[in-house]
């Protein structure tokens, strides 16, 4: 026993019943025989079974929320097939995870999940000038792109979730990010896959005769491909409409352009794959074709009166090369201005109505910056900005400004309401309509009583935009509905644009992917589904649902617990930095855990369980060191969490009692 047996009573944040709790049945964990027969497949080490493994992998970036029956963490591809074929066998719904920061949904399931950043990392460049790379799904996009830098290479996304997305699900969702747009976006710059079907067949696309082994392994998708194919050719105004609705960024259902841009069915499968979500197959491994990236930079802020004024320009821009035009609105950069250190003073006095761009040219020497400005200030010249455009080449000023660009969802989280959630919508329109979308949509978002602010990618007709209803209040929950359904009227009748432009459908707009698509299409990615898992155990709902309230149930709610952490988004971004997260949990799955110890009852016999496993996996184990607040968008520091917890736990009593322990060792012995 030891000297000070711990107290975990202090433990317990402050009780606040929802209607989401976690059952207390799953106190015990992973039931038999679920535990044993997945034991049997991954191994005991594999198996993440106590109540603590399900809660913390319950939560992800998204507003949803599902309670896993099991966790695993699968080695090699063979055990994910294993997997895939129990799963099939049983009717048990199976979905892959690694970042945790998809947005939608997409990683949530009651049946079993697989985690697969563990294990799965890897990165292989190709060739001596880094034109090529092989990675894993578990591979984060920062560390890939660290690997390319000696070649003066990167990925072509790059998502603001750069330095914890991992590559799985990048290529899962076609990720894409402030200057990929949709050339330099997974689905055109990967290259090959290696992917494992539901049935156990797993193909390496780059292999010598792999068009040939597909065939004869899946013979039924293999012609059900093929018969897709030669319909949507045959059919002029569909194939039309698929073109037209990737000409700009769209990751609404499946995509169906692959199609159009392969004949043979594995490079058709191939294609399909990227922003299949994890719902056709499990992708182990993909290789990119890689872009440049600049040697250096020149960065500039360029203010207008009105949204219509800053859009105008976007297009003679992003033609004079720039490689990044982003928007931004008066009231964002004014948060800012009040939030981040070293920004603009003039921001804090901005007129609200303005709006701003963030020009960015890449070069490969000072001289190809300078040609890039002078294009800039060419284009300006007819555009009336009312500051004088001033750019930047100094790393630091431009890594501050890059941060107010990506640090967005971090200020409107750190400010929104206690207990609301924050999700993050992703629209996309034509690029010439850019300016029309932002203003209808600032005021449906007015409308339904939402922060009317806008950002995006403005060379792409990407608008980005957060809600913070609170799901523990029905009328929010209405709110939210109302608004949805707004929304969806508005960018599909009035802009006939993309409702998700880079984020994944996921079970967000799953049950709109119809009214984006119409019947004809939707029918041909419900065949697609049907031939690649045709028992429907790979992420059931995600991508096409049904049902169409989906987007409304297993909401999120957000209790408030500790001042420090309560308005944690649990994005994921402080879990790469953190010293624990190979050894017991990450400083979003510490607060996720706190979260459900305060929807819990008093009494419940899991928050007695989840109490006793958070002694060891939360509170002994953190370092306390600060790095999650360095990482955390909010700037939230669990560490300063844990040691409240650590001295609430060990008062003055114990303190002393330990003291005088460590003074009489020797007797203590």
């Not at 569909?238 to 841009?261: H, M, P, Q, S």
Request: net charge negative; aromatic share 6%.
């Amino acid at each position: 026993m030891p000297l000070l047996e711990p107290d975990v009573a202090p433990l317990a944040p402050a009780s606040t019943p929802s209607a989401d709790r976690a059952d207390p049945a799953i106190a015990g964990g992973v039931r038999e025989p679920l535990a044993g027969e997945l034991g049997a497949i991954v191994g005991d080490a594999g198996l993440l079974g106590r109540a603590s493994d399900l809660i913390r992998y319950a939560s992800d970036a998204s507003p949803y929320r599902m309670i896993p029956a099991a966790v695993v963490r699968p080695r090699g591809v063979e055990q994910v097939a294993a997997l895939m074929s129990y799963c099939r066998e049983t009717s048990m719904p199976l979905v892959f995870r690694s970042g945790g920061t998809s947005l939608n949904g997409q990683s949530q399931t009651a049946g079993v999940m697989a985690d697969v950043r563990h294990h799965w990392g890897g990165v292989e460049v190709l060739d001596d000038a880094g034109l090529r790379v092989r990675v894993k799904p578990g591979a984060i996009l920062g560390h890939v792109n660290r690997v390319l830098l000696p070649y003066g290479r990167r990925l072509g996304p790059d998502p603001a979730s750069t330095d914890i997305a991992t590559v799985g699900g990048v290529v899962a969702n076609n990720s894409g990010g402030m200057r990929c747009g949709v050339p330099h976006d997974s689905y055109q710059t990967v290259a090959e896959l290696t992917f494992a079907l539901p049935s156990g067949t797993v193909i390496d696309t780059g292999a010598p005769g792999a068009a040939e082994r597909f065939a004869a392994a899946e013979p039924e998708l293999a012609a059900g491909l093929a018969e897709i194919r030669d319909a949507l050719r045959s059919d002029a105004d569909l194939r039309e409409r698929v073109r037209r609705k990737f000409e700009i960024k769209n990751t609404t259902g499946y995509r169906l352009c692959a199609f159009l841009d392969a004949d043979e069915p594995l490079e058709i499968f191939r294609r399909l794959l990227v922003g299949s979500e994890g719902t056709l197959a499990f992708i182990a491994e993909a290789v990119f074709e890689t872009v440049p990236k600049p040697a250096a930079t020149t960065l500039a802020w360029v203010h207008f009166d009105s949204i219509e004024d800053a859009t105008a320009p976007v297009g003679d821009l992003v033609a004079a090369g720039a490689t990044a035009v982003e928007l931004m609105v008066a009231p964002a950069l004014m948060v800012a201005a009040n939030s981040i250190p070293g920004t603009p003073e003039y921001w804090k006095e901005l007129p609200l109505e303005s709006a701003a761009l963030l020009i960015e040219f890449g070069a490969d020497d000072i001289d190809g910056l300078a040609v890039g400005e002078a294009a800039a200030d060419g284009v300006l010249e007819g555009h009336k900005p009312f500051r004088l455009v001033d750019f930047t080449r100094d790393p630091e000023t431009i890594e501050l400004f890059w941060r107010v660009r990506e640090g967005l969802h971090g200020l409107i989280g750190r400010l929104r309401p206690p207990g609301t959630a924050l999700i993050v919508e992703d629209v996309c329109v034509p690029p010439a309509r850019i300016a029309e979308a932002a203003g209808e949509l600032r005021e449906l978002l007015g409308a339904h009583g939402f922060l009317a602010g806008v950002a995006g990618h403005a060379s792409a007709g990407n608008l980005h935009f957060m809600l913070t209803p609170d799901f523990a209040q029905p009328e929010d929950i209405e709110r939210y509905e109302s608004f949805m359904t707004a929304l969806v009227d508005l960018i599909l009748d009035g802009y006939d644009g993309s409702l998700k432009a880079e984020h994944g459908t996921g079970v967000n707009m799953a049950p709109f992917v119809e009214r984006e698509w119409g019947a004809a299409a939707t029918e041909l990615m419900w065949r697609i589904k049907g031939l690649a898992d045709p028992d429907g155990v790979l992420g059931p709902g995600v991508v096409l649902n049904r049902d169409p309230a989906c987007h409304l149930a297993n909401l999120k709610t957000t209790p408030e617990i500790e001042e420090e952490a309560t308005a944690c988004v649990e994005c994921g971004f402080c879990e790469p930095v953190c010293p624990s997260r190979h050894l017991t949990t990450t400083p979003r799955q510490r607060i996720v855990l706190r979260r459900e110890m305060a929807r819990q009852e008093p009494g419940s016999p899991l928050l007695a369980k989840l109490l006793e496993e958070y002694e060891y996996d939360a509170v002994e184990t953190c370092a306390a060191d600060g790095s999650c607040a360095a990482a955390c968008p909010l700037g939230i520091d669990t560490g300063k969490v844990v040691k409240g917890l650590r001295s609430a736990q060990h008062g003055p009593r114990e303190e002393g009692a330990a003291l005088r322990a460590a003074q009489r060792w020797a007797a203590v012995e």
